[in-house]
């Protein structure tokens, strides 16, 4: 029963995605976002009753491998097509299929009218089912094939409009970041079967642990896993593809660049724990490279003026978070961020569809402003999505982020600078969260709001959009309210037996974390409101930070030069210096050649029988005398 | 009794084959060129036969009958050629059938 509905989870959107692709017009462009929305759906229904199915066992018993058949083998390794159903993977099951078919009912909406549809509806399908492949898959190849399906499918959203260049440009560059990571990450997968025979999870990590703590093995195994986390998660230093990947479709944005994909890497983290304790550099690396960028991203929000790309930038902080979490060892903690990020950041994205929608597609916060008026639902939500991602009780955020702050305290020395960098990130949270809210939507409506804004009476959108806003709105709220740290603790409870965690924050630990937190997120709120609403001050004229900002502290011209520059010289190099004269002249010359001797030979050929006789006469003349004279 | 000697069968090989070189080089018409082959083939024949005889084996007598049954199936392919081309009023002259030249 578990197992079944494990596999219709798994396959019911691949169905979907071969249906649209394969009907082409016989479905109509409804039909077909119908048919993704339902099959997400299905996905849903069936995530759920596996759930149950686990609810009603012993907490130590859940854990179901099933096997449809060897997939792969060679000599003494083999490995299933399997799919694994244990408290953590239904987790992911549930966020990603819940979450997924919400955003695909939203894009019925959204994507109305649109040429390519199904096209869309098709992608999105072959989405869920990769991201449903990566939490499902019972080894780490199948978790990697399912890596790197999600790559390939968030490479055909982000690219979704082929005439745009900027969507192309987009779209290249995270496939090669992703890439980059996959490469990693399948180095780290050679080690590992080298040295313990297998990729099932159980086997596996069971017999890593005969290698020695911080093993060179392990530390390299957990670099390339690490390193596959940071690409697809796009934390610190591979994280410049995520804003410009902001060229996808919102509900795209929303769904793979906010809620699921991005957060494979502390699934991925969480999954692997047993390979990362035994490699606590590499973990104590995952959780500085996450409270590096939530600072570094929140700076960057700071200054940003497309709206979607201040909460890319937002994401990135956020996932910085789940590092934090994930490294420190306190899995659930991580997990259930993930959870309630999931929620508010798909809220704040659709939210800001609507708003990108009925401004006939503009996103510069800067021609906004005044919304509140025209869109008060939308307001409503949105500051529904803010408060939750700032953190305010009694809003998800506050329960899960303040728990990654608190494990941070129990973690010594290391802990108190990661704990002050979680710090300084609610501050700057607070502080571009609101700011972006009060330009959008605070103030009176600019001239470019009154021009576009389509006076829909009391309607902000189509219903399939407003009605999934306001359901994420609600889950956004009371999303939260399933673990207050301390007190009443399902999520941990329910993931104990998979990932236990390694540090228990202590309760004193927990009040300071969440008072300071809040009170510095509602000042970087306030400063915000005392810049942008109130205009009672003025940004500060710091041109050369502002530039920095801007410039997002030169990460792309960093790896221009390092890595693009010297490679295009050297490709150019080769290209005149060897290629031309030896690959290309060599071919050139022997045609030229070959030319020119039946040019030669061809003025032979003169047509006339006689000479050609005389010729054959003389030469048997000349024979014959050889032979004759030799003899 | 015995015949001339086998010197005296090579001569007349000999120079039927000249013959039929000098014809090949010399003449223009096709038909002439084709008839010299034909003398050449001939010359080429008799050699093998009394070298036949000479030895007291069959070979080159067998070599002749093939060659004759060549020659036969040359005749008929020129001989079509050359009808082709005065039915097509081309001028029979092989210094002007030059249309091959490279």
Not at chain 1, 203 to 228: D, K, P
Not at chain 1, 294 to 300: D, N, Q, S, V
Not at chain 1, 520 to 543: H, K, M, N, S
Request: aromatic share 10%.
């Amino acid at each position: 029963m578990i197992t079944t509905s494990a596999w219709v989870c798994l396959l019911s959107p691949l169905v979907a995605c071969l249906a649209i692709a394969l009907a082409g017009n016989r479905i109509s462009r409804r039909g077909s976002g119908y048919l993704a929305t339902g099959a997400v759906a299905l996905s849903f229904a069936a995530a759920v009753v596996a759930f149950v199915g686990l609810l009603g066992e012993q907490p130590d018993e859940r854990s179901h491998l099933s096997t449809a058949w060897t997939w792969l083998g060679g000599g003494s390794y083999h490995s299933g097509l399997s799919v694994l159903v244990d408290p953590l993977s239904v987790f992911m099951m549930l966020v990603v299929s819940g979450v997924g078919s919400l955003i695909v009912a939203y894009s019925l909406g959204y994507m109305d009218g649109d040429d390519e549809e199904r096209r869309f509806f098709a992608y999105m399908a072959l989405f869920v089912f990769s991201m449903l492949l990566l939490v499902q898959g019972g080894n780490l190849l199948l978790l990697l094939a399912g890596w790197g399906m999600v790559g390939l499918s968030s490479y055909l959203l982000i690219g979704f409009n082929q005439r745009r260049p900027q969507a192309i440009a987009a779209a290249k560059k995270a496939f090669v970041m992703n890439a980059f990571g996959d490469a990693t990450m399948v180095l780290a997968l050679f080690l590992l079967v080298q040295h313990t025979g297998t990729l099932d999870f159980a086997a596996t990590f069971e017999r890593a642990q005969g290698l020695a703590s911080n093993h060179w093995v392990v530390n390299l195994v957990a670099l390339g896993l690490l390193g596959g986390a940071v690409a697809k998660s796009a934390q610190l230093p591979l994280q410049t593809w995520l804003p410009d990947a902001m060229e996808g479709p919102t509900p795209v944005s929303a769904l793979i660049h906010a809620a699921t994909m991005v957060t494979a890497g502390v699934y991925l983290i969480v999954r692997a724990h047993p390979l990362f304790e035994l490699a606590p550099t590499v973990e104590d690396l995952a959780a500085g490279l996450g409270a590096a960028t939530i600072l570094l991203a929140g700076l960057i929000a700071l200054v940003q003026t497309d709206v979607k790309r201040v909460i890319a930038y937002s994401t990135m902080s956020q996932i910085g978070y789940m590092f934090l979490g994930a490294g420190l060892g306190s899995y659930a903690n991580g997990m259930f961020h993930l959870l309630t990020h999931a929620f508010f950041k798909a809220l704040l994205f659709l939210a800001a569809g609507l708003v990108i929608h009925a401004l006939a597609g503009e996103q510069d916060m800067r021609r906004m402003g005044g919304l509140r008026r025209l869109m008060p639902r939308t307001w409503l939500a949105f500051l529904v999505g803010a408060l939750a991602l700032v953190g305010v009780p009694p809003f998800s955020g506050f329960f899960s982020k303040d728990s990654i702050l608190a494990a941070a305290l129990d973690h010594g020395t290391y802990g108190y600078v990661l704990w002050a960098a979680g710090l300084g990130g609610a501050l700057l949270t607070g502080l571009y969260t609101f700011r972006m809210l009060f330009l959008v939507f605070g103030g009176e409506p600019s001239p470019f709001v009154r021009e576009h804004h389509h006076a829909h009476e009391g309607k902000e959108g189509p219903l399939s959009m407003t009605a999934t806003v306001a359901v994420l709105a609600v889950l956004a709220t009371v999303g939260g309210w399933i673990q207050l740290a301390g007190v009443w603790t399902p999520v941990s409870d329910w993931l104990f037996p998979v990932a236990e965690p390694l540090v228990e924050a202590t309760g004193r630990q927990e009040a300071i974390s969440s008072v300071l937190a809040v009170g510095l997120g509602l000042l970087g709120a306030a400063i915000a409101w005392w810049i942008y609403a109130a205009r009672r001050g003025r940004v500060p004229r710091l041109r050369a930070v502002r530039t920095l900002l801007e410039r997002k502290f030169y990460f792309d011209e960093a790896y221009d030069l390092v890595f693009y520059w010297p490679a295009a010289a050297i490709s150019r190099a080769w290209g005149s210096l060897v290629e031309g004269p030896l690959v290309g002249g060599a071919g050139a010359g022997l045609g030229q050649a070959t030319r020119g001797a039946g040019r030669l030979t061809a003025r032979a050929q003169t047509g006339l029988l006689r000479s050609y006789a005389l010729a054959i006469a003389a030469s048997l003349a000349v024979l014959a005398v050889v032979f004759i004279s030799v003899r | 009794m015995p015949g001339p000697t086998v010197t005296w069968y090579l001569a007349v090989s000999v120079v039927l084959f000249a013959t039929g070189v000098l014809g090949v080089l010399l003449r223009r018409s096709p038909l002439i060129v084709l008839l010299s082959l034909e003398i050449m083939l001939n010359g080429a024949n008799l050699a093998l036969i009394a070298f036949s005889r000479y030895q007291g084996r069959g070979d080159g007598q067998i070599f002749a009958l093939s060659v004759m049954a060549v020659a036969a199936s040359e005749v008929v392919v020129g001989l079509g050629l050359i009808v082709a081309l005065a039915r097509r009023k081309v001028a029979l002259d092989v210094d002007k059938l030059t249309t091959l030249r490279g």
